[in-house]
């Protein structure tokens, strides 16, 4: 009989290697799907994970990366904050939404005026506007103990149905010959988050998610905020003994995850995007939750992991180009991703072992 | 005199360390209700799992009307006409109470016939339960009665309660009582475990009393006061203290008034307590566990906050300061439950001394961490206190129970603290250990702090303790000097004569 076996403490060697066993599990199991999908499978593999970073048209696609990978390490990081702690924002698409309505919004109602202080007031915006968004629930949990699972995923809802309005009516572009959707900040210069190195892909979000990355870091081990965001997480009764007030907690991991997607959303709305329009949204503020569970939570292996995702989004994006390989099978493998990641994980805190049946 | 249904023999089991059973001998009856009454860790638990057939005695026999009856597991305990309702239930949230049941027998029968065999047993007996509704939703009371059921459809000789009534209210205990009233009419032998006093007199024809794993008594409990059966609990071995005459202090900790609801469903209010605890001085608090213990370290933690006025401290109204606000002026705390509470399990030792350590000893900057002086404080709570880790990176819960119970104590005593409370310092601690935290406890009074050591171990508060009081119901004692406490006085004070209540609404 096969049984797990509870380690004295956790492995520090597994707890590194099981992103990697992960990833190699989902290359395995992944070649065993788009083998049955009548493709081959290494050639499927090669093309998502070599492609986009080696292949011909590499030049390409690395801007890619960067610009797929911000707004997730971006976002995952605020995510992770708050998962440290066990408190579950699921609705960072919709204060992503929001962050990108408030900061487009922000610098829209300055057109056409020309000044250096639109974009930075766009930035403010923005991470207010996902701030708000996810104080909703923050406040609603702390105030009447809701679920703030439910109310943050729910109010993604809400998000996109503000999206398609503000898309057709408020900020809907007066020159678009009644086409939905606002004026392209792109050809606004004012308000564009252009690339700072011409073909890099390198935009200010990238640059803040670094940033993001960095702070995360700070707080997580060297300040008492974030001793007490990991305390909560992993024994919430001996928290409320050291000090910990949960409410402040709450409101601060909600309004900062908020505020971090927030700001994701106004950067690709004033670069990459360029547009208000109702499919804005691409998913980036569920694909965080899988990365920041994919990078353990920590800081940097949330960076290592929103690379790892940008490369399975686009060299899936080729793959469905070049090999026809449907969009749904890519999102399975992203799936397993997950999968395999939590299953794996077990193995960090448990040992397997063969046991002979005992009296006990 | 008739054959009794389950005869004991002088059992015997020992753990490492411990012999939770020395040569247990006691009848239970058919149709009686036995009490099986002790302290924590008197052994009750292992003996009734012994005749569940969980635990198997190094010695002694049990015969069951007069057959030998050695149940190699609770499966045969079963077929023999034995049931336990256990103290934590095993029921599925997610299933409905007939799956549930249906998930513990041998040969379910279909779906429909257990649903109306669960009704009629539910009638018959008054406990009301639809079979058909989700585990989930039941209260704690009726998830009992599933467990119950359970057992009633057996058809037991012989029914095990583990302290059946913690987890019930009032009303709840009522229809229990009534039911297992009417199971004894039929003939059905009940086991009943309880330490609480009043309950057992209520209910019980006879009642076998477990001290450190002996049988030290026997009693009709209808016929013995509460007093009585709390002294031969509590034992008449107690050692009068030795320390006398001490000089205390100005007062450091003032409670008045203090009433507090608690924070958990099944816990107890405190109602109305008064204490003061001079600077040099030791009171024990006293009393059966689940009256109001946990309660009172957490009002005096700062985790439960109360008015203003109703905690001093030198004179200053601390009742609504925080964990933190108070560790800065001098009060520290050290729960009972150690991992979870005192101590996060995954987290290493020295951040477990940053837990508590962080306002006192300067561990922070403006919220930065000093994590090299965080170590030296975890390294001076390892070596001060003797705990064995191979270093201050493991993890809390690598640690045997005692010696994160030193760590713990350790942690509040190097901080100098003005007032310390203690929950249970010595609760599952060897003996060596226990001692050296004790004297580590009376020397930190020696130096002038106020401690209150609330404990159910009446050994350790009258080796430690200069005044001694009792917890019963959320309510406390009058402290009283230590010196010249007699046994009987203890028991009165602890074992809950139900007349003091009305003296004090």
Request: glycine share 12%.
């Amino acid at each position: 009989m096969i049984v797990l076996e509870k380690r004295p403490q956790p492995s520090k060697a597994w707890s590194y290697a099981t992103p990697l066993v992960a990833v190699l599990a989902t290359m395995v199991f992944g070649g065993i799907l788009f083998a049955i999908l009548g493709k081959n499978p290494i050639e499927a593999i090669g093309t998502i994970f070599w492609e986009p970073l080696f292949g011909e048209f590499a030049f390409y696609y690395r801007p890619q990366l960067l610009v797929k990978g911000a707004p997730l390490v971006l976002i995952a990081i605020g995510l992770s904050l708050g998962f440290r702690a066990g408190i579950w924002n699921i609705g960072a698409e919709g204060q992503y939404i929001m962050g990108a309505i408030f900061g487009a919004g922000a610098g829209l109602a300055f057109y056409p005026l020309d000044a250096f202080y639109i974009f930075p007031i766009m930035v403010i915006a923005g991470a207010f506007g996902g701030w708000l968004w996810a104080s909703i629930p923050a406040f609603l949990k702390v105030r009447f103990g809701t679920n703030e699972i439910l109310v943050s995923l729910m109010l993604v809802y809400v998000a996109e149905q503000m999206l398609a309005s503000v898309s057709l009516g408020l900020l809907k572009n007066p020159e678009g010959f009644g086409f939905p959707g606002s004026r392209n900040l792109q050809s606004y210069e004012s308000a564009h988050n252009a690339e700072l190195i011409a073909g890099s892909g390198m935009h200010w979000g990238v640059v803040t998610a670094l940033i993001a990355v960095i702070f995360a870091y700070v707080l997580l081990n060297r300040h008492m905020l974030g001793f007490h965001i990991r305390l909560t997480g992993e024994a919430p009764r001996a928290a409320k003994f050291a000090g910990v007030n949960p409410a402040r907690l709450i409101l601060f991991c909600l309004g900062l995850s908020g505020a971090l997607a927030g700001l994701a959303g106004m950067f690709e709305v004033s670069g990459p995007s360029g547009v208000v329009s109702i499919d804005f949204n691409v998913g980036y503020g569920f694909t965080a939750i899988i990365v920041a569970f994919l990078g353990r939570l920590h800081p940097v292996g949330i960076l290592l992991a929103g690379g790892l995702m940008a490369l399975t989004y686009i060299g899936g994006e080729i793959a469905q180009s070049q090999l026809g390989l449907p969009a749904a099978a890519i999102q399975v493998f992203q799936g397993m991703l997950l999968f395999f990641l939590l299953a794996f994980d077990l193995l960090t805190n448990y040992r397997i072992r063969a046991a002979h049946s005992e009296v006990a | 005199m008739t054959t009794p249904l389950l005869s004991l023999q002088r059992l015997t089991k020992a753990y490492p360390g411990v012999v939770a059973n020395d040569q247990v001998s006691f009848d239970i009856g058919e149709g009686e209700v036995h009490a099986l009454l002790g302290e924590n860790g008197a052994g009750k638990s292992t003996l009734v799992k012994m005749i569940y057939g969980l635990v198997k005695p190094d010695s002694g026999t049990m015969l069951l009307r007069g057959q030998a009856f050695a149940p190699p597991e609770p499966r045969a305990a079963r077929a023999d006409g034995i049931a336990m309702v256990f103290q934590h239930f095993s029921l599925f949230d997610a299933l409905n109470v007939a799956e549930n049941i249906a998930l513990g027998m041998e040969n379910p029968p279909p779906m429909g016939d257990l649903a109306s065999r669960i009704r009629e047993v539910s009638e018959t007996y008054g406990l009301p339960l639809d079979p058909f509704r989700t585990v989930g939703d039941l209260s704690a009371g009726e998830r009992q009665r599933v467990e119950i059921i359970r057992c009633l459809l057996q058809d037991p000789k012989l029914l095990i309660m583990d302290e059946p009534t913690s987890v019930l209210t009032p009303q709840e205990v009522e229809i229990l009582f009534e039911t297992l009233n009417k199971l004894r009419s039929e003939g059905t032998s009940i086991l009943y475990i309880s330490h609480k006093l009043e309950e057992i007199r209520t209910l019980c024809d006879h009642a076998t009393i477990l001290r450190l794993g002996k049988n030290v008594g026997e009693c009709v409990p209808s016929e013995t006061s509460a007093r009585d059966m709390a002294e031969m609990m509590v034992g008449s071995t107690l050692q009068t203290p030795e320390r006398s005459g001490r000089e205390f202090g100005d007062v450091a900790l003032d409670v008045s008034g203090l009433s507090v609801p608690s924070p958990s469903e099944f816990g107890t209010a405190l109602k109305n307590v008064h204490m003061t605890v001079r600077k040099g001085e030791v009171l024990g608090v006293g009393g059966v566990a689940g009256n109001g213990q946990d309660e009172l370290l957490g009002v005096l933690s700062g985790e439960i906050q109360t008015t203003a006025d109703a905690i001093k401290f030198n004179g200053q109204p601390i009742g609504k300061l925080g964990p933190t606000a108070r560790r800065k002026l001098g009060v520290l705390t050290a729960p009972e439950e150690r991992l979870g509470h005192a101590a996060a399990p995954d987290m290493s030792l020295t951040e477990n001394a940053l837990l508590t350590g962080s306002v006192r000893e300067g561990l922070e900057n403006n919220g930065f961490l000093k994590w090299s002086e965080t170590k030296s404080f975890a390294e001076k709570i390892i070596s001060a206190f003797d705990v064995r880790t191979p270093g201050p990176e493991n993890a809390a819960r690598s640690l045997s129970g005692g010696n994160l119970q030193k760590f713990v104590i350790g942690r509040e005593v190097l901080q100098n603290p003005d007032v310390l409370v203690v929950n249970q310092p010595t609760w599952g601690v060897d003996a060596a250990a226990a001692a050296s935290i004790r004297q580590s406890i009376l020397d930190l009074a020696a130096k002038g702090t106020a401690v209150i050591c609330i404990s159910q171990d009446l050994d350790e508060l009258m080796e430690i303790s200069d005044s001694f009081a009792a917890l019963n119901e959320g309510r406390l004692s009058a402290p009283r000097t230590t010196t010249g406490l007699t046994v009987d006085e203890i028991g009165l004070m602890m074992g809950g004569a139900h007349g003091m209540e009305v003296a004090h609404v």
